[in-house]
């Protein structure tokens, strides 16, 4: 599993998290904690995967990403838009649908080729032996 760029660890996620104060909180202590070390420790519910998603996307984490996705609708491969500058995450949402299933809702906001896009989704996710997937989502204008 790759890491993050040295130094990320004490620097604000990519997510854009913040605490009870309203203060970022660190990568390390965010989804870098599912990032870096998804072997041991998967992400405790659909909201927290969707959200080291993001930053994986951020950090153009590909393994990270396909690895969270569920098998049967994982593609074989991850490629990344050359130039996209992600701007921001705003979950809407998020809800159990089932004891093993879960949507969140979200807008991710990102800058490709000088346009400025808004890419608002709701996402599904199932939980398997204890770990959550992104199954498939429904895109909204």
């Not at 994982?74 to 500058?85: H, M, S």
């Not at 998020?94 to 093993?100: E, K, L, V």
């Amino acid at each position: 599993m790759n890491a993050a760029p040295a130094g990320l660890g004490t620097h604000v996620c990519p997510c854009g998290r913040v605490d009870a104060k309203q203060r970022a909180v660190a990568y390390a202590d965010c989804c870098g904690r599912f990032i870096d070390h998804v072997d041991n420790t998967p992400a405790p519910d659909a909201a927290h995967l969707m959200r080291s998603r993001y930053s994986a996307f951020v950090l153009a984490h590909a393994e990270y990403l396909l690895t969270t996705w569920h098998s049967s609708t994982r593609p074989a491969t991850l490629d990344f838009e050359a130039n996209v500058k992600w701007l921001g995450l705003e979950v809407r949402e998020h809800q159990a649908t089932g004891a093993d299933t879960a949507e969140v809702a979200f807008v991710a906001r990102y800058r490709a080729a000088g346009a400025a896009v808004r890419l608002h989704e709701r996402s599904r996710f199932v939980r398997e032996d204890g770990r959550w997937f992104y199954v498939d989502g429904d895109q909204h204008g």
